[in-house]
């Protein structure tokens, strides 16, 4: 006997017993066993929130730039010239975990049909990915397949991936982490809304056939007795970029000709998801007849039917009298388009079946009356997590410890993954991954209507350390990646990847990590224009680091004036400049030792937020060559990184008040003619500028009060370079 | 005024970046791939990406799209006819040209700039070149590896149907005799690998494959 369908079926759903109670007390009735699986599906997590409701109201969504907010598919900023990017960060992680190949390429597919939902062409793809430790076969299979899965999707379908970020930690060991990031380029005037209106109008289904895909708990409702019946069996969803190639291409034609009244992208719940949020957000009704929906599989039940996460779907609403223009598009790009159902004034989502009502609901109960549950945060007395292994044995020189962490994964160079990427395609991009602290990609061909840049990052120990200050300083290192490219600001999105929320320690990481996210979305004038939450995220050995990751889109004006990572020239002056106060609490020195720090140095937001005015400012002078933020590694890794990037090494003195290694937020380097480094003194005196050096040579030579190193900018592009690849051999 | 068509098939990728570098030499427009004719043409691109997704193989299906018909008959009255990446799939599997484009070695897209050096410069695309000029332009497939049997191989190098080869120590995907573009036998049509529609400002990288469509846009060689 199964021990799952065992249970009575509301929990064998994840729904409480009060919440059983509530959905047949909104419905008056008991739900039958297809409303049951949707009502599970609609006040779940993943489409309800309820954990994480409440906090998210906490966080700005308002600003200057936003043109639309929380709520929608994606979230949007105006970029100017009557151009909005469009933009949204989604998690991919348990279905990853299980087939990292497809988990990450349906990841890939789903923003992207997030993005090209509210009428922008998807023009970038970045990738924030966590897995554990590579020195275990399950991680290096993880990473092997979910970046092939991300440039099997993004290659294809022509998007370019143009950045992201990947850690190693053991505590994702069983629980990678899977986030894709997508920017969409919009005509603000031919946005779209995913509001159903218009009684009377025709709901129409596009794109792929309707399958078992992804139906997951819910099969207890198939069978009861799931170890006999193997066809019943949920499966994995399968991505085709080329059915969501056409699906893109049409939808945007579609848009484009004006003949959508309302569009809205298949995903988690599939049918039921997406239409009841139609419908809700129109304050209307909707009516879907199971048996027009095109089928792969012939007898599917009408409950596998509605939440199916068959990919490559999109649902529209259309004027009956442009329903033909509509099935001519559709019939151009070779898309599937089929009338499933109709938009009624009841509010009601009813289902049809068999010329039978099989389900009959209350929009607002599916949507609106998800209960929403109160976080109960405990700071925790004993650490969470277990100190990570050692790799160092004690002893080492500064130029031994440089090498290490220069080949430690989280620091190592990441171009064995990016080559897997098409970073080119759409003729935008100014940069080759690692060539910019931010991807940049211009507005237009010529790069006269000024460029985007985009960073994503969280750095999840940090966060596991102190919450609240790790949350920080994933914005503002999101912030300083684009002051070091002269771009300003415009809004964020992010995604919270945390383990269980109804256990009293990750509920305070949650809260404190989005009490910090608010500061310093405030702080850097950077509204939440939207994201997604991914909890649960806890496999046998316990919680995941938490992990908030933050997308952030700003401006520039002059793609020309875009500094570089590294050094560009022999005897140019060496700078850093902000608010950089190093330690090594949380370091990847600290962690190369095998131990880990509960607590980070306190921000002042206000020093670091003023300091990266004034950087982006130098840098839209148009004189630096070189800016570089200070991160995972300290000082002494980012003046490597800089030289190994051209093989220009560099001599520098740090003076006595800082550490080789230590780490925090604030600190850039930038580098210049010493005449540009000159006449940049004055403006970045206020902000902690001192000329630390020069380069040229052959080594990277550091002084930092009595310790020195030498290394050959040779060895530290071998240890930087080879380090990933050398996993695969 | 030289008057490019760039095909899209579904499945295109690269159509609208070459309809742009098509622009910077000349007049441009896509060619829809149902239809029959290519209108008033004077030459033809045959862009990158995934036509009807790459399945079966590379450029298998489209080139029974309906326009290849056209392209096949224009190509063979002398038109200039330009294949890149997918496109030269295409071109390969429609027998527009010789040999055809295998699994890279290392079995991985690989998104690479890459040294060509031009082997070739009495083709439609290469006349603005210099013989021995070496461009960079990025390259980025899972499937480039040019394969073609030993006598053909042999046939190729004679005729010096090797166009552009890639510099040493740049071949990214095992190509026999570091083959990244060929030619016809009359040099008006020609197909590489890399993607020179994406080397046309130096902002995104390099302006050297611009040369490429500005040999086509010189005007056409006396018959």
């Known amino acids: ?729 | 005024m030289t008057r490019f068509g760039v095909i899209r098939f579904p499945g295109s990728c690269d159509e609208v970046d070459a309809l742009q570098a098509c622009e910077r030499y000349g007049d441009a427009e896509l060619l829809w791939h149902r239809e029959r004719g290519l209108r008033d043409i004077d030459a033809v691109v045959v862009p990158g990406g995934f036509s009807y997704g790459d399945y079966l193989r590379p450029g298998a299906i489209a080139r029974f799209s309906p326009i290849m018909e056209a392209v096949a008959d224009f190509a063979r009255d002398g038109g200039r006819v330009l294949g890149i990446c997918n496109g030269f799939q295409v071109l390969c599997e429609a027998g527009l040209l010789p040999g055809a484009l295998l699994g890279n070695d290392h079995l991985r897209f690989r998104c690479r700039q890459v040294e060509v050096v031009v082997e070739n410069v009495d083709t439609a695309f290469t006349r603005a070149c210099a013989r021995e000029e070496r461009l960079s332009i990025p390259g980025k497939h899972t499937t480039g590896r040019y394969f073609a049997p030993p006598a053909m191989l042999e046939e190729l190098e004679a005729n010096g149907q090797v166009v552009f080869r890639y510099a040493p120590g740049h071949n990214p995907n095992g190509s026999l005799n570091d083959i990244a573009g060929i030619a016809n036998e009359a040099g008006n049509v020609v197909g590489l690998m890399p993607h020179p529609e994406h080397a046309v400002n130096p902002l995104c990288s390099s302006a050297d494959g611009g040369k490429l469509f500005a040999s086509a846009a010189l005007e056409p060689l006396p018959a």
């Open chain 1, 1 to 729: 006997m199964n021990p799952v369908a065992s249970q009575t079926p509301h929990r064998a759903l994840g729904l409480t017993d009060a919440e059983y109670e509530l959905i047949c007390e909104k419905l008056g009735r008991e739900p039958n066993p297809l409303e049951l699986a949707v009502f599970s599906l609609m006040w779940s997590e993943h489409c309800g929130y309820k954990h994480s409701r409440k906090l998210l109201k906490l966080l700005p969504t308002e600003g200057p730039h936003v043109v639309m907010g929380p709520g929608e598919n994606a979230g949007a900023v105006d970029v100017g010239d009557g151009l909005a990017i469009a933009f949204k960060v989604e998690s991919h992680n348990h279905p990853s975990a299980v087939e990292p190949f497809q988990g990450a390429a349906t990841g890939v597919g789903g923003i992207l049909r997030d993005v090209f939902a509210i009428g922008a062409r998807p023009i970038a793809i970045l990738d924030s990915l966590r897995f554990g430790e590579l020195d275990t076969a399950r991680s290096r299979y993880l990473l092997d397949h979910a970046v092939a899965g991300i440039g099997h999707y993004g290659n294809s379908i022509g998007v370019a991936t143009v950045g992201g970020e990947i850690y190693f930690e053991g505590p994702y060991e069983q629980n990678c982490l899977v986030n894709a990031m997508c920017l969409g380029l919009a005509p603000k005037d031919k946005m779209i809304r995913s509001a159903a209106a218009g009684v009377g109008n025709v709901i129409v289904l596009m794109g792929a056939l309707t399958g078992r895909d992804g139906i997951g708990g819910a099969s207890v409702l198939a069978s009861a007795e799931l170890d006999e019946d193997e066809d019943k069996r949920p499966t994995v969803q399968i991505g085709d970029p080329f059915e969501e190639k056409k699906l893109l291409e049409s939808s945007l034609e579609l848009l484009d000709r004006g003949l959508l009244t309302s569009l809205q992208d298949l995903g988690a719940a599939g049918l039921t998801s997406s239409s009841s949020e139609m419908a809700s957000k129109g304050e209307v009704g909707i009516e879907i007849d199971i048996d027009q929906v095109p089928l792969r599989e012939a007898d599917m039940e009408p409950f596998e039917v509605m939440i199916s996460e068959s990919q490559e779907r999109m649902l529209c609403v259309v004027e009956p009298e442009r329903l033909d223009e509509v099935f001519a598009v559709c019939s151009k790009w070779d898309v599937r388009a089929t009338a499933i159902g109709t938009v009624t004034d009841t509010r009601r989502l009813c289902v049809l079946a068999g010329g039978e009502v099989v389900g009959d609901m209350p929009v607002e109960a599916l949507v609106d009356d998800c209960p929403v549950y109160d976080l109960d945060p405990v700071e925790p007395s004993e650490p969470v997590y277990r100190p990570p292994t050692a790799k160092l044995g004690g002893g080492e020189s500064p130029a031994d410890l440089l090498l290490a962490l220069l080949a430690s994964p989280n620091i190592a160079s990441k171009r064995w993954a990016f080559e897997q990427y098409d970073w080119i395609v759409g003729s935008r991009t100014t940069r080759r991954p690692e060539d910019a602290e931010a991807a940049v990609l211009m507005l237009d061909s010529s790069g006269a209507m000024g460029a985007i840049a985009v960073s994503i990052d969280g750095n999840g120990r940090r966060v596991a350390c102190d919450p609240y200050t790790g949350a920080v300083e994933a914005v503002l290192e999101c912030a300083r990646n684009l002051a070091c490219v002269g771009a300003e600001p415009l809004g964020l999105t992010n995604c919270l990847n945390f383990g269980n929320p109804e256990k009293p320690h990750i509920a305070w990481q949650l809260t404190r990590a989005v009490e910090g996210l608010r500061d310093a979305c405030l702080a850097v004038e950077a509204p939440v224009v939207g994201g997604n939450v991914s909890l649960y995220n806890e496999g046998g050995g316990g919680p995941i680091y938490p992990t908030p990751v933050v997308g952030m889109v700003g401006k520039l004006p002059d793609p020309t004036t875009v500094p570089w990572s590294g050094f560009r020239e022999s005897g140019h002056a060496i700078a850093l400049v902000g608010p950089f106060e190093p330690s090594l609490a949380g370091s990847e020195l600290e962690k190369l030792e095998g131990k880990l720090s509960t607590e980070l140095p306190a921000i002042d937001l206000d020093r670091h937020a003023a300091a990266l005015v004034a950087i982006r400012d130098a840098v839209r002078s148009g004189v630096i060559a070189t800016a570089h933020d200070v991160s995972e590694g300290g000082l002494a890794c980012a003046v490597a990184e800089c030289a190994i990037a051209a093989g220009i090494g560099a001599q520098v003195d740090l003076g006595e008040n800082f550490a080789l290694f230590g780490e925090g937020p604030g600190g850039v380097l930038l580098a210049a003619s010493p005449e540009a480094i000159e006449k940049l003194a004055e403006s970045l005196q206020p902000h902690g500028f001192r000329v630390i050096g020069e380069t040229g040579g052959d080594r990277i030579d550091i002084k930092a009060g009595v310790a020195t190193l030498s290394v050959p900018v040779a060895a530290a592009q071998e240890a930087h370079g080879g380090s990933l690849p050398s996993r695969f051999e």
